[in-house]
């Protein structure tokens, strides 16, 4: 199973960039980077998808080295809203079960 | 992008009691849905896979008689919760794969259910 591994909090402060961080040394040639946003009480949210190389959308960059063991969250400009926990997912190669893992909690602090 | 709704957004139960979560893909055909579950301050713990008209897989350690997945139709799961005792006190959440069987880990989750038992 392709597990993940990220810091488990930081802090920032209102209109910084962030980046997080997460490691993944086996993940599969056909497993897709995948990050998501969890408020509390709230389902996780789709922020941004990537195999390789750089993807960017209208909020967020995701970083991806050429083998494909790690990935960067990128936020630009943090707000107090973006305060949350950020999970980096792998797909199972074999099951496609999605693991998460312990997720990053970010606080935006003003 | 694809919806998924969960419904109930919470309950409430006595213990014993059974209860009923659904799951419904409102724009999308979800061959294939999770089920998690997550407790305060921790991340989700997939619980099983539901295929369509197939049983479902459970996790090991997911009493497959105790949390009943039924998965009926192509936009419907159903999560239930039976004989609930305080423990099962939880946040449930479903999750379905659009693209089921390729794998690009692209996942839509419903809201969550949040279950208390007394």
């Known amino acids: 199973l392709a597990k993940t591994t990220q810091p488990i909090s930081m802090d920032s402060y209102e209109g910084q960039e962030v980046n997080i961080t997460c490691s993944h040394n086996n993940i599969a040639t056909n497993d897709y980077i995948t990050w998501y946003q969890q408020f509390p009480s709230q389902g996780p949210r789709f922020i941004i998808q990537?195999?390789?190389t750089k993807v960017t959308n209208e909020v967020a960059s995701l970083f991806i080295p050429a083998d494909r063991k790690s990935s960067t969250l990128s936020l630009p400009r943090v707000s107090l809203s973006d305060t949350a926990v950020y999970y980096c997912l792998v797909g199972d190669p074999g099951t496609y079960k999605y693991i998460f893992g312990t997720g990053t909690r970010l606080k935006v602090l003003a | 992008g694809a919806v998924v709704s969960q419904h109930p957004s919470w309950v409430i139960c006595k213990s014993g009691t059974s209860v009923k979560i659904e799951c419904r893909s409102l724009?999308?055909?979800?061959?294939?849905m999770f089920w998690y579950r997550q407790f305060p301050k921790q991340s989700l713990m997939l619980m099983a896979t539901s295929n369509e008209g197939s049983k479902a897989t459970y996790e090991q350690g997911v009493e497959k008689d105790k949390f009943l997945i039924n998965h009926a139709s192509l936009t419907l799961s159903t999560l239930t919760v039976t004989s609930a005792h305080p423990e099962d006190s939880s946040f449930y959440i479903c999750?379905?794969?659009?693209?089921?069987?390729?794998?690009?880990?692209?996942?839509?989750f419903g809201e969550g259910s949040r279950l208390t038992v007394l």
């Open positions: 999750s379905a794969s659009v693209l089921a069987g390729k794998n690009t880990g692209e996942l839509f």
């Open positions: 724009d999308f055909q979800a061959t294939t």
């Open positions: 990537g195999y390789k």
